[in-house]
């Protein structure tokens, strides 16, 4: 059964680089056929899906963030990252890793618990 933790720093100050760690148990990231993403939620606020790996190592952003996000992965650990650069409050949420066969994940994916992110000076 795929697990999937997220872990990072829960408060930032406003201007620094948020990096966000998802570390991948019961299956290998490089398992043809699936896309591994980053998808957050603010308070209040609908989801919004930030980027995605995918098991060949691709990388698909959104748009509207790609000039502040940055995705990698770390095949031996099992793990990818999400760094987010000039955080400010409106980046507070509650960000998920995410498994999905799509890029931009369905409700049948497998989700991290989520993990909570405060910007505030």
């Known amino acids: 059964q795929v697990q999937l933790q997220e872990s990072g720093p829960g408060l930032m100050k406003p201007s620094q680089t948020l990096s966000l760690t998802c570390t991948v148990s019961?299956?290998?990231?490089?398992?043809?056929?699936?896309?591994w993403s980053w998808i957050r939620r603010p308070p209040g606020e609908v989801q919004e899906w930030m980027g995605a790996i995918s098991s060949s190592g691709g990388i698909y952003s959104n748009p509207s963030l790609k000039s502040r996000t940055s995705f990698s992965r770390d095949t031996s650990k099992n793990q990818f990252t999400l760094e987010l650069k000039s955080v400010t409050p409106k980046d507070t949420a509650v960000y998920y890793c995410?498994?999905?066969?799509?890029?931009?994940?369905?409700?049948?994916?497998?989700w991290g618990q989520g993990t909570q992110v405060t910007v505030s000076s």
């Open positions: 019961g299956t290998s990231i490089t398992t043809d056929g699936y896309y």
């Open positions: 995410v498994r999905d066969r799509m890029a931009i994940p369905t409700n049948s994916g497998s």
